[in-house]
């Protein structure tokens, strides 16, 4: 079994920035993908950013030139650096880790971004 631990999220004014940290109890093999899902009040759960074993990356169209995923292996942690936020980008983050036939989710951080 894996834990996979956030960390990062907060209340920040639209314009400036938020790290997220997501954290593997413990070194996986074989990661598919790691990335970040976002869902709002009302809303399905829609992928933000997530990076492959091989360390390629996808974005959503409405993160792109303004979020950067990126991987610590030696450190089994994703980040998502979030800058120039928007008051549409307040949600529940959550981590997800794709290894094999196994999905793990993390328990989900909030960010608010005000205007």
């Known amino acids: 079994q894996v834990q996979l631990v956030e960390s990062g999220g907060g209340l920040v004014q639209a314009g400036g920035s938020l790290r997220l940290s997501c954290a593997a109890s413990?070194?996986?093999?074989?990661?598919?993908?790691m990335g970040w899902y976002r869902q709002a009040p009302g809303k399905q759960r829609e992928l933000v950013a997530a990076?492959?074993?091989?360390?390629?990356?996808n974005y959503a169209d409405s993160v792109k030139g303004r979020f950067t995923i990126s991987r610590d292996n030696a450190k089994n942690t994703v980040y998502l650096q979030m800058n120039s936020l928007k008051p549409e980008d307040t949600a529940v983050y959550y981590c997800?880790?794709?290894?094999?036939?196994?999905?793990?989710w993390g328990q989900g951080t909030q960010v608010t971004v005000f205007s």
């Open positions: 997800n880790l794709a290894a094999g036939e196994y999905d793990y």
């Open positions: 990076i492959t074993g091989g360390g390629i990356t």
């Open positions: 413990r070194t996986i093999f074989r990661i598919n993908a």
